[in-house]
């Protein structure tokens, strides 16, 4: 079934009812998976973050000795922060099965948060955003560097291939700012203490780890449906290249500042 434009009759979106598409048939869609899937793959492509270091990168050195730099970083981060939780929700229509895409709710309720007063106050979108309103940051300043245009063209390319999207978001992005945001972390405490980052970089680093668990369980439970865990593998690579060359970009971009 694919959704169709009520007036020109044209696809738009995705195809949304193919069973003959999935090893179980139309049961992939609706039935719980029996078996415990081997997960050895995802701790195979967590060892590939754990060997990219972020947190020595020579940035977070620079960051120490520039508020300037954690500036940019910030209005560059605010910049990544709502299209990184628009795709979630991009990967999680594309997960067929429903059981599997409950595993992953947690994970997009993370990035939003309840409402309190009309406001998503623990977002993440949001909390940036406050932080930017502490550095005093104006409309001029949010100019997407190359380094953030790349990441997100990364992001949103593994989107439509759910088991190279978890690769990409659960180890290049959500296992990673652990030890990134806490070398974040310590830039801000060194140049701009009085600005308002801890509660941005306290929500990420208290929520990614059980994130990261609960991507790593969903991709395992793809493994029953046919997925490739090569695929995971594969986005994993990807994810954490791309985050390296972010900050490989945002060093050139912070050094060259006038």
Same mark, same amino acid.
């Given at each position: 079934?694919?959704?169709?434009?009520?007036?020109?009759?044209?696809?738009?979106?995705?195809?949304?009812?193919?069973?003959?598409?999935?090893?179980?048939?139309?049961?992939?869609? &609706?039935? #719980?998976?029996?078996?415990?899937?081997?997960?050895?793959? =995802?701790? @195979? *492509?967590? $060892?590939?973050?754990?060997?990219?270091?972020?947190?020595?990168?020579?940035?977070?050195?620079?960051?120490?000795?520039?508020?300037?730099?954690?500036?940019?970083?910030?209005?560059?981060?605010?910049?990544?922060?709502?299209?990184?939780?628009?795709?979630?929700?991009?990967?999680?229509?594309?997960?067929?099965?429903?059981?599997?895409?409950?595993?992953?709710?947690?994970?997009?309720?993370?990035?939003?948060?309840?409402?309190?007063?009309?406001?998503?106050?623990?977002?993440?979108?949001?909390?940036?955003?406050?932080?930017?309103?502490?550095?005093?940051?104006?409309?001029?300043? &949010?100019? #997407?560097?190359?380094?953030?245009?790349?990441?997100?063209? =990364?992001? @949103? *390319?593994? $989107?439509?291939?759910?088991?190279?999207?978890?690769?990409?978001?659960?180890?290049?992005?959500?296992?990673?700012?652990?030890?990134?945001?806490?070398?974040?972390?310590?830039?801000?405490?060194?140049?701009?203490?009085?600005?308002?980052?801890?509660?941005?970089?306290?929500?990420?680093?208290?929520?990614?780890?059980?994130?990261?668990?609960?991507?790593?369980?969903?991709?395992?439970?793809?493994?029953?449906?046919?997925?490739?865990?090569?695929?995971?593998?594969?986005?994993?690579?990807?994810?954490?290249?791309?985050?390296?060359?972010?900050?490989?970009?945002?060093?050139?971009?912070?050094?060259?500042?006038?």
């Amino acid at each position: 079934m694919t959704v169709k434009n009520s007036q020109s009759g044209n696809p738009v979106g995705q195809t949304f009812f193919v069973p003959e598409e999935l090893p179980l048939g139309i049961r992939s869609y &609706f039935e #719980p998976l029996q078996g415990n899937p081997d997960r050895s793959f =995802v701790d @195979a *492509a967590e $060892a590939i973050e754990r060997k990219a270091k972020i947190e020595n990168h020579p940035f977070f050195k620079f960051g120490k000795q520039s508020r300037q730099a954690m500036i940019i970083w910030t209005s560059q981060e605010a910049i990544v922060t709502n299209p990184f939780s628009q795709i979630l929700f991009r990967v999680l229509s594309n997960v067929k099965n429903v059981h599997v895409r409950s595993i992953l709710i947690p994970v997009v309720h993370g990035e939003h948060s309840s409402l309190r007063n009309g406001i998503a106050y623990k977002s993440h979108p949001w909390l940036i955003w406050k932080l930017c309103h502490s550095l005093k940051l104006s409309e001029k300043d &949010f100019r #997407p560097t190359k380094a953030v245009i790349n990441f997100i063209n =990364v992001l @949103a *390319a593994a $989107a439509d291939n759910p088991m190279r999207a978890l690769g990409v978001l659960g180890i290049g992005n959500e296992l990673m700012l652990l030890a990134e945001y806490r070398a974040v972390e310590s830039c801000f405490d060194a140049v701009c203490p009085d600005a308002d980052y801890k509660h941005f970089l306290d929500a990420n680093i208290s929520e990614d780890e059980t994130h990261t668990k609960l991507i790593g369980n969903a991709a395992a439970a793809l493994t029953l449906l046919g997925y490739n865990s090569d695929d995971f593998m594969a986005g994993a690579e990807e994810g954490v290249k791309a985050r390296v060359v972010y900050y490989d970009e945002l060093l050139k971009e912070v050094r060259n500042y006038k």
